[in-house]
């Protein structure tokens, strides 16, 4: 589980085809690496990594097709530079939100504008994940726990702060950049749990009294 505030930037060093998938190399000289071990999991531009082994200066992992398909990892190159973030301890600040690192889909920006010191994001992603987003709820753009500030149809706005472009990979986004999208968990274990859960016997919750409460429309 991570927070969405990334702690360092890193580089690809190496992404390499392996049996099919891939396995890539991440150096970082900021990620403190002391108390990272085998297996833990490091979130690299919002998606949860597992560490197949540990260097000083970074660390290495396996994507699998899963991951491939539903990611930006589909185009990254060596040299790209990616958000990262170890995962959280039960003594952490939760900063953000809670984020699994297990990313729905992609997200495009469409378009940026200056806001006095704040740069202002528009972008767009596929319909079924925009109604698992609502204004001033939290998203995941690669790793970055940021807020939803106004939604058009198919696309929504996020404010950036200059600490947020200063710490992140944000300032080399442009417009047409895809970005890897998490949405909110408690959205997505709620449909589920109204559409996909049967009533218990007794119960005095009905789809007409959900909608009457307003969680559905």
């Known amino acids: 589980m991570f927070t969405g505030i990334i702690e360092a930037t890193g580089t690809i060093?190496?992404?390499?085809?392996?049996?099919?998938?891939?396995?890539?190399?991440?150096?970082?000289?900021n990620l403190d690496m002391a108390d990272v071990n085998l297996g833990d999991?490091?979130?690299?531009?919002?998606?949860?990594?597992?560490v197949?082994?540990?260097?000083?200066?970074g660390?290495?992992?396996?994507?699998?097709?899963?991951?491939?398909?539903?990611?930006g990892f589909a185009h990254y190159k060596q040299g790209q530079t990616v958000n990262l973030e170890k995962a959280m301890q039960p003594v952490?600040?939760?900063?953000?939100?809670?984020?699994?690192?297990?990313?729905?889909?992609?997200?495009?920006?469409?378009?940026?504008?200056?806001?006095?010191?704040?740069?202002?994001?528009?972008l767009s992603t596929d319909a079924q994940l925009m109604k698992y987003i609502p204004y001033k709820g939290s998203v995941c753009i690669d790793g970055i726990s940021l807020t939803v500030n106004?939604?058009?149809?198919?696309?929504?706005?996020?404010?950036?702060?200059?600490?947020?472009?200063?710490?992140?990979?944000?300032?080399?986004?442009?417009?047409?950049?895809?970005?890897?999208l998490e949405v909110d968990q408690i959205a997505r274990y709620l449909?589920?749990?109204?559409?996909g859960a049967e009533q218990p016997a007794g119960s005095d919750i009905s789809m007409n009294l959900l909608a009457q409460a307003g969680f559905i429309k």
Do not use: M
Not at 41 to 50: F, K, M, P, W
Not at 59 to 71: G, K, M, P, Q, V
């Open 52 to 57: 197949v082994a540990k260097h000083s200066d």
């Open 13 to 29: 060093s190496k992404l390499e085809q392996k049996q099919g998938d891939l396995a890539i190399r991440i150096q970082s000289s």
């Open 191 to 195: 449909e589920r749990l109204i559409k």
């Open 59 to 71: 660390f290495s992992a396996d994507l699998s097709n899963e991951t491939i398909s539903l990611t």
């Open 92 to 122: 952490s600040r939760l900063g953000g939100h809670l984020v699994s690192g297990h990313v729905d889909g992609i997200a495009t920006i469409t378009a940026i504008t200056p806001n006095a010191r704040a740069v202002e994001y528009w």
């Open 150 to 180: 106004a939604i058009e149809d198919n696309k929504f706005k996020l404010t950036i702060v200059p600490h947020t472009s200063e710490q992140t990979t944000i300032a080399d986004f442009k417009i047409g950049t895809q970005v890897n």
């Open 41 to 50: 999991s490091i979130a690299t531009n919002g998606v949860c990594l597992t």
